[in-house]
């Protein structure tokens, strides 16, 4: 069964850290993009981050831009969002999503998410 | 970046009868040199995460009911529900693909009238 779960949510204060992880499994890991998607509470929602299937081409939204940092370890089978300097406006269920098939595609398979609330 | 706009925002249909949502972007999605929109739809019930249903504008994932397809191209999108069911109730969501960052629009909450 293709399957993504995500973890590593929490409670954090503002200016502190987390690193989300989700694993994969019931697909060849390294041949997909992956990417990070979040939705704050009751809204719609926004993408974060991608890499590409070996780990060497990222992006990021101008909002987290050198905050976070996405990753992936294909033998692992994982994809790692480390979110640094959080803030308040951070607060959101945290999804990865596997790309369909290449670069440019819809998103195919999600996990059930992972919650982020930064407060103090 | 390619705003999505989804119209309306909540809409509410009887059982049976057919619900559209429609989705506008800032900027055409249609790529030339493959002649695809770069558009897909999703479903998202409470608590759980986004489902694909509708990619290149009108492709229908594997598994998704044939009552829900997609049409137009360009910047104009209708997602369509020929014969709402009750299972149906959820949020919808349109995303562009073609540009960084992907896009998605605000969302559609169809409910049973």
């Known amino acids: 069964e293709v399957q993504l779960v995500e973890s590593g949510g929490g409670l954090v204060q503002p200016g502190g850290s987390l690193r989300l992880s989700c694993a994969a499994s019931?697909?060849?890991?390294?041949?997909?993009?992956m990417q990070w998607v979040r939705q704050g509470p009751g809204k719609g929602l926004v993408w974060v981050s991608r890499i590409n299937g070996d780990g060497t081409s990222t992006g990021y939204a101008d909002s987290v831009k050198g905050r976070f940092t996405i990753s992936k370890d294909n033998a692992k089978n994982t994809v790692y969002l480390q979110a640094n300097s959080l803030r308040a406006e951070d607060t959101a269920v945290y999804f990865c999503?596997?790309?369909?098939?290449?670069?440019?595609?819809?998103?195919?398979?999600w996990g059930q998410g992972t919650m982020v609330t930064v407060s103090s | 970046d390619i705003v999505m706009t989804q119209s309306p925002d909540s809409l509410a249909v009887s059982l049976g009868e057919r619900a559209t949502i429609n989705c506008k972007s800032s900027q055409s999605v249609l790529y030339s040199s493959d002649n695809n929109n770069y558009l897909s739809w999703y479903q998202q019930k409470p608590g759980q995460p986004p489902k694909l249903l509708i990619y290149?504008?009108?492709t229908r994932e594997s598994g998704v009911p044939d009552r829900f397809s997609g049409s137009g191209s360009g910047t104009d999108f209708t997602l369509s529900i020929s014969s709402l069911q009750a299972e149906d109730v959820a949020v919808y969501y349109c995303?562009?693909?073609?540009?960084?960052?992907?896009?998605f629009g605000q969302g559609t909450k169809v409910e049973i009238k």
């Open positions: 019931g697909f060849t890991f390294s041949s997909y993009w």
């Open positions: 999503a596997r790309t369909k098939a290449a670069a440019l595609h819809a998103f195919d398979i």
């Open positions: 995303q562009q693909y073609y540009s960084t960052p992907p896009t």
């Open positions: 290149w504008a009108s």
